[in-house]
């Protein structure tokens, strides 16, 4: 057997399953918070850039991102907010989230993008800003390609 040529040979990949919210397939560059997101007043639905002041990803862009956290926070606005960047092309790519609330399910629709929730395991403990994220809400399975060689 031969030893990897590539750092892609050689990468870590987990598996995780969960429920579907939202049907579909979508894949790219994991963006990880464990703060909660408000959308009404804490994104910029323009550019899908976090504009809450005290939020540790302020000024980060989830645009064609698999975004990761806890949930939604906030007020109603958070499908509207979620729906605008949706229609600017600048919405995430995927949803991966712990706390389902009819505001989380209802932005997570008006989105399309493929959703996911009740994991076998906390995608916050084992996913990290810049894995590379596989998610097919349709089979309930994420893959997860860690960014380095070396995974948790």
Excluded: Y
């Amino acid at each position: 057997m031969s030893a990897p040529t590539t750092q892609q040979d050689a990468a870590t990949v987990i598996t995780i399953r969960g429920r579907k919210v939202v049907p579909g397939v979508a894949e790219g560059l994991a963006l990880v918070t464990r703060d909660h997101i408000s959308g009404w007043g804490g994104i910029d639905s323009r550019t899908g850039t976090i504009v809450e002041t005290r939020h540790e990803l302020r000024g980060q862009s989830f645009a064609g991102k698999v975004l990761v956290f806890p949930g939604a926070k906030g007020s109603s606005g958070w499908s509207a907010a979620f729906h605008m960047a949706r229609l600017m092309n600048a919405a995430p790519a995927a949803f991966l989230f712990n706390e389902m609330t009819t505001k989380m399910a209802l932005g997570a629709v008006v989105t399309h993008a493929p959703a996911m929730t009740d994991f076998d395991r906390n995608p916050l403990e084992c996913i990290e800003t810049g894995d590379w994220v596989r998610v097919d809400a349709d089979r309930g399975i994420v893959e997860i390609t860690k960014k380095t060689a070396t995974a948790r």
